[in-house]
């Protein structure tokens, strides 16, 4: 692992098998799935500093908050933007990743929820698709044990019907959700931020509000109990990410094959692969596809402090998008 990213120990790593339950999908076939890229291999390596990447047949949508002088002009490319009053345009340095300006979201100290985000809905909805975005948390980034999200988010269903929002099961029909972010207070762990993992809506989630994967394989909750990841599953260190650094997250979320078990989450923090979790099920039914996806920040009761996190450079395309490569290079 790059020296400049921090392996966490301390979790349990389970060896996933094949569990013998009575499933609508295939079991864990012999054959692995394709390897996936890292590194400098994929769109961006073709558009220094991003320039132009827009243009790219694969890329579906891009924002590099350039053209935002205040948050009114987010509307122009997010159909969804909560809490406006929230976010700030920066043009300070030192929270901008690239270019002039990027996108501020602050959490006051308060007890009451709160989510803070910008979303996006696909004109044409997806089977597959790859979200980047550049992001750092403040400084002294603290939060209370409580329900925190921060980071990217791929959905499908999940916003509309009766089913919408958290709290309400996805079934193979309905929905699904996957968001690419940090757990926070973890017991047996260093404070918040904690370890980067995927929270997930699937038809297999062992509650009401969704199941936390982390790389080293571990699930929660119920951590004592292996989730079925496939004979293929490799169990990777788990990382924590540090506090005002700027990384290049990006993941990608495979819908399965009604029927199959070929579901598939794969996560990169700067070029690296960091977590790969194959087998997944997440719709049992052709029509439930992707159909929208957002960054953002949500905390439930935000009582420690005042909490800042930045985005830049956001891209959603239906390849492997790899971190921006210097303007002049290439």
């Known amino acids: 692992m790059d020296a400049s990213l921090t392996a966490l120990v301390a979790v349990p790593t389970f060896v996933a098998v094949c569990l013998l339950v009575a499933l609508p999908t295939t079991g864990c076939g012999d054959t692995p799935p394709p390897p996936l890229p890292e590194g400098n291999t994929g769109i ?3 558009y220094p500093g991003d320039a132009g990447i827009e243009n790219d047949p694969a890329v579906v949508f891009h924002d590099d908050f350039e053209e935002c002088r205040t948050t ?3 509307h122009s490319r997010w159909d969804a933007v909560v809490h406006e009053g929230n976010m700030h345009i920066t043009e300070e340095p030192a929270d901008v990743y690239g270019g002039r300006r990027a996108l501020e979201i602050a959490i006051p100290q308060q007890g009451d929820p709160l989510s803070v985000d910008v979303g996006r809905t696909l004109a044409a909805e997806q089977d597959l698709l790859f979200l980047r975005f550049y992001a750092k948390l403040d400084e ?4 209370p044990r409580t329900s925190v999200h921060n980071g990217g988010s791929i959905s499908a269903g999940y916003w509309r019907g009766e089913s919408a929002g958290p709290g309400k099961r996805a079934d193979g029909r309905n929905k699904f959700l996957v968001n690419f972010e940090t757990e926070v207070a973890v017991p047996g762990r260093p404070p918040s931020p904690g370890p980067l993992n995927i929270y997930i809506y699937h038809p297999e989630q062992r509650t009401d509000y969704g ?3 982390f790389p080293s394989g571990t699930v929660m ?3 004592s109990q292996p989730h079925s ?3 293929h599953f490799v169990s990777r260190p788990d990382v924590l990410p540090e506090l005002d650094r700027w990384y290049c997250f990006e993941y990608m979320l495979k819908a399965n094959t009604p029927g199959q078990r070929d579901g598939r989450v ?3 923090v700067d070029g690296k692969l960091i977590a790969d979790f194959p087998n997944l099920r997440f ?3 052709e029509t439930l596809k992707i159909d929208r996806f957002g960054v953002g920040l949500f905390i439930a009761k935000n009582t420690v402090r005042e909490n800042k996190k930045w985005y830049d450079d956001v891209v959603a395309a239906t390849s492997y998008i790899g971190p921006q490569v210097a303007a002049g290079s290439g």
């Open 283 to 285: 719709r049992d039914v």
């Open 211 to 213: 199941d936390h994967f």
């Open 140 to 143: 002294g980034f603290a939060v």
């Open 229 to 231: 990841f496939g004979p």
């Open 44 to 46: 961006a390596a073709k």
């Open 221 to 223: 909750p119920f951590t």
């Open 266 to 268: 794969a996560c990169w």
């Open 72 to 74: 009114a002009d987010l």
